[in-house]
């Protein structure tokens, strides 16, 4: 997997909104703790920057 962010809070702001930790009602939004989703991604993935383009990556 491989995907074009800046950082790992980025990713977790993408993961958020393309609903991957489901549904979250719009009232609860503003309470997600984006750093410590970040943190946890940091467990499996990894980042790099390559020709000045930053890539997150994670090997299967």
């Known amino acids: 997997d491989i995907y074009h962010?800046?950082?790992m809070?980025?990713?977790a702001e993408e993961f958020v909104a393309e609903g991957l930790?489901?549904?979250i009602p719009d009232?609860?939004?503003?309470y997600i703790d984006y750093d410590a989703?970040?943190?946890d991604l940091a467990?499996?993935?990894s980042e790099t920057e390559i020709a000045g383009e930053y890539l997150i990556?994670?090997?299967a």
């Open 37 to 39: 989703i970040a943190r």
């Open 57 to 59: 990556y994670r090997a």
């Open 9 to 11: 809070k980025d990713l």
């Open 5 to 7: 962010a800046r950082s």
């Open 27 to 30: 009232h609860l939004a503003h």
């Open 21 to 23: 930790f489901g549904d």
């Open 43 to 45: 467990v499996d993935y």
